[in-house]
């Protein structure tokens, strides 16, 4: 017997959509235009755009219509990707875009209303437009206290703030310390750069201010980067005496300081910032993917005076500047409050993530911050992750071992799950799944009580 009517009909438009003769944001005839345009029922073809929907290749978007997906895209929070390979992603962290598709409508009609909106189609100052400056400092003083925008850099993205600090401070071959679990974007950036990795120990990505006084002491270092608030992968926040000792210890050696806070705002009672407590020495690089949209591209670095001209330089030539539509659109969220309540949300959202990975995990060896849409299990004594690895995947799920994220040639045996883009109901399954795999690998499951 073939393929149902529907079926066939969805096959059809789900090769045009794969192949990319319909292209992403295409609108699709309604359910009637399209009966009548393939001499169907109505409930055929409403049926047939159920299935492909089902598929993820479609949305529907109440009052506009239906419209093809952007494939190429990573899922995001409540959409998962069913088009490609059925597979659940653990391993790229989404957090979920808290500006959804009305918020960005929105603000792009205001934009649309502002005066002088040709001045956005012109080259920007490198280090963007003073007023957005200024309300992006405003909007740090908070948690960072008075920030000189004069010092905040606006660039395209957090990655695009390290990116430039590596171009414009380091030659290659100059040394960094970090932790031995970090943000593998930064090793990317340091190994394209010809920079030397220097690991530092620590405990739950809390770096050790004695073991980096060690290294120094054994070679030139020239800088440290860390993640004080809210690190990744661990999750960790440093307290107050740590942060004194080390920057202690970046003075003695005169080392620069770079402190990332891509995830800072989930800690709600950061203490002191490193950038507040050496401004002379420290570059601070932020972002608003994981607290607005990871597709907006924008971040900021707040660097000592002394060194923003390099940067701009840096800025120039990479990107020239940030797009001014987006500074603009970003900087109109943080006024109207957007920003102050998707961050908010986020937190929320981790929160009750995180609850339900700790009781369904079961385990007091988890590492993670109480917000985070992520969590690092540390597998048992003599457990490898990768078969760990591969059995996930045999399941269905996607999840990292520790090897993205060592500076270390022994790496830790644990897993990396990253499940802020998971859809809230699909969460406890996946969790479930993930503590009946590591129970079925043997070693792996004596993380779980
Ligand atoms: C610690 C850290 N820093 C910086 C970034 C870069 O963020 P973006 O370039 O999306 O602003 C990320 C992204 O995952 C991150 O985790």
Redesign the pocket.
């Known amino acids: 017997m073939g393929k149902p009517r529907y079926i066939r009909l969805a096959d059809m438009l789900s090769n045009a959509i794969q192949d990319g003769k319909l292209a992403p944001g295409t609108k699709l005839p309604t359910h009637r235009a399209f009966a009548e345009q393939f001499k169907v029922a109505l409930a055929t073809a409403t049926r047939a755009y159920g299935e492909l929907e089902r598929r993820g290749l479609i949305v529907g978007e109440a009052g506009r219509g239906t419209f093809v997906r952007d494939l190429a895209l990573p899922p995001a929070l409540g959409v998962r990707q069913i088009a490609n390979d059925d597979l659940i992603d653990l391993v790229f962290?989404m957090p979920g875009d808290a500006a959804d598709a009305d918020k960005l409508r929105s603000g792009l009609r205001r934009l649309a209303a502002s005066g002088d909106l040709e001045a956005m189609l012109r080259y920007q100052p490198h280090g963007g437009r003073r007023h957005e400056r200024r309300i992006i400092a405003e909007s740090l003083s908070p948690t960072l206290g008075q920030v000189d925008p004069e010092s905040l850099l606006v660039t395209s993205?957090?990655?695009?703030g390290?990116a430039i600090l590596a171009l414009g401070l380091f030659r290659r071959g100059e040394r960094i310390a970090l932790d031995t679990l970090t943000?593998p974007?930064f090793k990317s950036i340091a190994a394209l750069q010809g920079l030397e990795l220097v690991p530092v120990d620590g405990k739950g990505g809390v770096m050790d201010p004695e073991d980096l006084q060690r290294q120094c002491r054994e070679r030139k270092v020239r800088c440290v980067y860390l993640?004080p608030t809210v690190h990744?992968p661990l999750g960790s926040v440093m307290n107050e005496e740590t942060r004194l000792r080390l920057i202690e210890v970046a003075r003695e050696n005169d080392l620069l300081i770079i402190e990332?806070a891509?995830?800072a705002f989930l800690e709600p009672d950061p203490p002191a910032s490193l950038l507040s407590l050496a401004p002379e020495r420290t570059f601070h690089?932020g972002?608003?993917?994981?607290n607005l949209a990871?597709g907006l591209?924008l971040?900021y670095v707040i660097a000592p005076a002394l060194y923003t001209d390099r940067l701009l330089e840096a800025i120039r030539a990479t990107t020239w500047n940030a797009p001014a539509l987006i500074s603009g659109l970003a900087t109109g969220w943080i006024e109207d409050g957007t920003l102050a309540s998707s961050q908010m949300a986020r937190r929320r959202d981790g929160a009750e993530r995180q609850k339900l990975c700790h009781s369904v995990l079961n385990r007091s060896a988890i590492l993670s911050h109480r917000n985070a849409g992520f969590a690092w299990l540390p597998l048992e004594k003599g457990a490898r992750a990768e078969p760990v690895v591969s059995r996930l995947k045999e399941h269905g799920i996607l999840a990292s071992s520790a090897e993205p994220f060592a500076t270390t040639v022994a790496v830790p045996q644990a897993l990396r799950l990253a499940f802020g883009g998971i859809p809230m109901h699909e969460l406890e399954g996946v969790f479930q799944l993930v503590r009946e795999v590591i129970e079925g690998v043997p070693h792996a499951a004596g993380m779980l009580e």
Do not use: C, E, I, P
Request: glycine share 20%.
């Open positions: 962290n993205g957090g990655q695009h390290l943000y974007g993640m990744n990332d891509a995830y690089v972002s608003f993917s994981k990871t591209r971040g």
